[in-house]
């Protein structure tokens, strides 16, 4: 499955082409929405074997579906998605961007370490850090709120809990060597240097290579490293969550920088900016206009971040209903009575379970059905807008859906990227990382998908 941002109506900004890969489907979206955002064009691609993932002149940004994986079959992945991107353009270098979690979920480690071999790049540059949403690296370590990663929402993490807020101890398992790097351009440019000067091992040799872990708290730390690599972007692997994305990936020329979070305030002022993309995003991908949306929207969370969790309980306070899949257990016609609720109200709100007692095997079948729902409603509602919150629940609506392309339209907030996902009967779509977004978000992105345009 590919998708593609429509053609933009200026030339693309000058610079290097990246190739993006990434573990879950939020990720590669929030990096095809960025892209969006700035004029150039993007693909998300989830399946490689699909013979137009990688055609035409798009930046392709891959989910390789990898977090809960084994390590060495997450590696695997990489590997491969690395050696068939990078293989048609070894004449012409292109930036290689790994995604990671800022709270340093998943296998991001031996990820990063397949897909330096098998690019043949001996160096790395790491910054997890996305101010935005309050996470900093300092020391080497991770912080969100400014409390240590494995304390906090990350650490009970139903299927992989993080158990360190150190950047260094799990890339230096990987075998890398690893230095920390303070974010001043000076620190940058003398280790970087050095560092690119020691000789390239062939792609796919076994040599280690070299991370180097930057210390990032604001926004202006994220720049001044982009600006450190921005002349070895086809030397180097770049490692990072959306902060370091949109630095080393400016906005072109007359284009302003993603929004910041929207408040409820200004709600009804971001969806009337969206609204119109997703209708022209819509019939650029061959089918008619649906008139905002259908006006009605299903927000379908899977993630049991504390802040979705409180993004869900202010959209139930603004009259959304929300409800349980174990609501709806014992019904006979369960998805039936999901689209009757969408008859009377502009937005309903299903979710999992907030709390589970018997591990990720009952998590994994509360998101399968939360998903088999919400298609059902998607089938059933020509032009539903979908609001999908958390990676995994993504990535199951997308497959149960069987959609064949998520045309990125932009972004609603820093690392919250908004589409289309077309075929027969497109629907618009808001994506969104658990952990991602102020407690309005869901409010606003409910606002942006339901605003009727004709």
Not at 279 to 304: E, I, K, M, N, Q
Not at 395 to 411: F, I, K, Q, S
Not at 443 to 448: E, H, K, N, S, T
Request: hydrophobic fraction near 45%; charged fraction near 15%.
């Amino acid at each position: 499955m590919t998708s593609t941002t429509p053609a933009p109506s200026t030339p693309a900004p000058p610079g290097p082409r990246f190739v993006v890969l990434a573990d879950d489907l939020t990720s590669a979206a929030e990096a095809a929405g960025h892209l969006a955002d700035t004029g150039r064009a993007a693909s998300v691609v989830l399946d490689l074997d699909d013979p137009s993932a990688t055609d035409g002149d798009s930046w392709p940004c891959v989910d390789l579906d990898s977090r809960h994986l084994p390590p060495d079959e997450a590696a695997l992945r990489h590997r491969r998605a690395t050696t068939r991107l990078l293989m048609p353009a070894r004449s012409h270098p292109l930036g290689v961007y790994k995604t990671m979690d800022s709270s340093l979920r998943g296998n991001w480690p031996a990820e990063l370490a397949a897909v330096m071999r098998a690019s043949g790049r001996a160096v790395a540059v790491v910054a997890p850090a996305c101010p935005a949403y309050g996470r900093h690296t300092v020391g080497g370590h991770q912080y969100a709120g400014g409390v240590p990663v494995h304390r906090g929402p990350a650490g009970r993490d139903p299927v992989g809990p993080v158990t360190d807020s150190s950047v260094l101890a799990p890339l230096s398992g990987a075998g890398l060597r690893v230095t920390v790097v303070a974010p001043t351009a000076d620190a940058l440019a003398a280790t970087l240097a050095p560092a690119l000067a020691s000789p390239a091992p062939p792609a796919g040799g076994t040599a280690p290579g070299r991370a180097l872990v930057v210390d990032a708290a604001t926004g202006e730390d994220l720049d001044r490293i982009a600006a450190a690599v921005a002349g070895h972007l086809g030397e180097v692997v770049l490692c990072g969550s959306p902060g370091l994305w949109e630095a080393v990936v400016p906005p072109g020329p007359g284009r302003s920088p993603s929004p910041n979070p929207a408040p409820a305030s200004v709600a009804e002022s971001v969806a009337a900016s969206v609204a119109g993309s997703v209708a022209a995003s819509v019939a650029g991908a061959g089918a008619a206009p649906v008139a905002g949306s259908a006006g009605r929207a299903l927000v379908l969370v899977g993630s049991r971040h504390p802040t979705t969790r409180e993004q869900l309980d202010r959209l139930g306070k603004d009259g959304v209903p929300v409800l349980a899949t174990t609501d709806l257990a014992g019904r006979p016609d369960p998805a039936g009575h999901l689209t009757r609720l969408l008859d009377t109200h502009s937005a309903v709100a299903l979710t999992t379970p907030e709390a589970l007692a018997d591990g990720p095997e009952a998590a994994a079948r509360h998101l399968r059905e939360l998903a088999s729902l919400g298609a059902a409603c998607a089938r059933a509602l020509p032009g539903l807008g979908l609001v999908l919150s958390g990676g995994d629940t993504a990535r199951e609506v997308c497959e149960v859906l069987g959609a064949p392309a998520l045309h990125a339209v932009g972004t609603l907030a820093p690392g919250i990227p908004l589409g289309v996902l077309s075929g027969a009967r497109p629907h618009p779509v808001i994506s969104k990382a658990g952990g991602f977004g102020d407690p309005e978000t869901l409010i606003a992105a409910v606002a942006a998908l339901t605003r009727r345009t004709a």
